[in-house]
Every structure is written in C-alpha cells, then in structure tokens.
C-alpha cells in the first residue's frame, strides 16, 4: 500500500475533520483539501463555480487539481463528494495513496448539512432526495477504495488510529524495501 493518504465519502462524512486530526497526528504530512486548492487557484467559491460556468466546468478543474496534487509523499488528500465518481481520478488517487472511504448513513449526512446552504448540488426542493440519490449512485465505486470505514460505528479517535495503523505499516513496509 502506498503510505500517501486518501479520504472519499459523501459531502458531510467527516473528511475535512478526520483530515485535520490526521495531520495533527502526523505532522510530517500535509493535508491538502482538493476543493480548497481550486477555491483559491480560481479565486471562487465553488458555489460561485457552479453557478457562472457549470458543474461539468468544475469536475474539469477538480480533475486537473486531481492530478497536480497527486506527486510527492507524506500527503493527506481530500477530495469532493464527486470526485470519484470519475475513473480516471479514481485511478490517480488509487495508485497515489491508499484511499479511505469514510461511509455514514443518509439520515446523519442529511442532519449535517441541512442548515449548510452553500452546497450546489442540494439547493433544490428536496435536497434529502437528492443526497439519497447521490449516495446510491455512488455507493458503487465508493466501495472500490482500498478501506471502507462505517463512521457511525467508531468514535474519530478509532477511525483515526485505524488509518494510523495502516499508514505506518505501509511506511515500515517502504522502509524495509
Ligand atoms: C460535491 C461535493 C463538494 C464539492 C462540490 C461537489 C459533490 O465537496 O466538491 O460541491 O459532488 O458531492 P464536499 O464533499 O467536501 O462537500
């Protein structure tokens, strides 16, 4: 396994706050947030992406950022809900790290982001049928990373010692090479 870190879920799972705990954890990695980097390359918001050019414009930078993030060690990537629904960015980020997939259930997703107004994708009548619709179209390749995490089964301190455990084992078996 590679040692490079990859976290993938639904918008809401938890990647942003396993993310900054992991790297709290690890200070030799850097955290790198997919979503953050073309916020700040395109000066935009990604809302604001979405409504002066399109989703298909955005998927376009976030594959882009993808495979400019994706070089170099001692990385926590995280990336966008949506972002793996693409093959080619799975493939990058399968080869780049091991990649985790952190799961939690619709009704928990729904809790957390119904007072979050700045998500595109829900902005629309009935934004619980549309996450659920998401995550079942998504479940599928979700499932192609190389771990999947239940989040509503284990406290962060577990998920976070759980990817721990992962990554130094690949960094011992790197080491051994
Ligand atoms: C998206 C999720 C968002 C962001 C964009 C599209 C999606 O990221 O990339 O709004 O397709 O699910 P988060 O998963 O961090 O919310």
Redesign the pocket.
Known sequence: MNPNIVLV?????G??TIGELLAKKIPAYTLI???AV?EKTSGLK??EI?AKYS?DY?RKL?HDTIKIVCSGNNKII??????F?NPGNRTTLMKFGTVFYLKSDLDVLYYR?SEDS????LQTKDPKKVLEN?LKK?EENYRKAHYTIDTSKFTEEEIINFILGIINEANSQRTAQ
């Not at 995280?78 to 972002?83: E, K, L, T």
């Not at 700045?118 to 994708?121: C, K, Q, S, V």
């Open positions: 879920g639904m918008p809401a799972s990647k942003t947030d997919t979503d073309i990604i809302y979405f989703e955005f976030e995280s990336i966008g809900g949506g972002a629904e982001i700045t998500r595109p994708l998401l998504r």
